[in-house]
């Protein structure tokens, strides 16, 4: 994988992070206990939906490195599984795309 394309998938999973940072600061989106998030995979076409605890969520979020995931949907190249729940995995960017991952916290 050259340069450009880590660069562009990490690129494409932050956009996803922080289209679930948005839905997630709204209360009126989310549930009290449970929140709906994209699947933050560099497949700029997946759309699938990931249902998980808000505490899971916000734990998650709390590592700028980490997004969730559907199982599967992981790129080995940019990332290490961290973490395997029931419906999702969490996964943790590693060079450069960990890098871009940080840069791009909505929560810095």
Request: proline share 6%.
């Amino acid at each position: 994988m050259t340069g450009d394309s880590v660069e562009q998938e990490a690129r494409d999973e932050a956009m996803f992070r922080e289209i679930n940072e948005t839905f997630a600061g709204d209360e009126e989106l989310r549930g009290d206990d449970l929140y709906v998030a994209y699947c933050e995979c560099p497949d700029e076409s997946c759309v699938d939906e990931i249902q998980l605890p808000l505490s899971d969520y916000e734990a998650i979020r709390a590592h700028p490195r980490r997004f969730i995931v559907l199982p599967g949907h992981g790129a080995p190249e940019l990332e290490v599984v961290v973490e395997q729940k029931g419906g999702y995995w969490v996964v943790e960017k590693r060079g450069v795309a960990g890098q871009i991952a940080t840069a791009t916290d909505p929560r810095s």
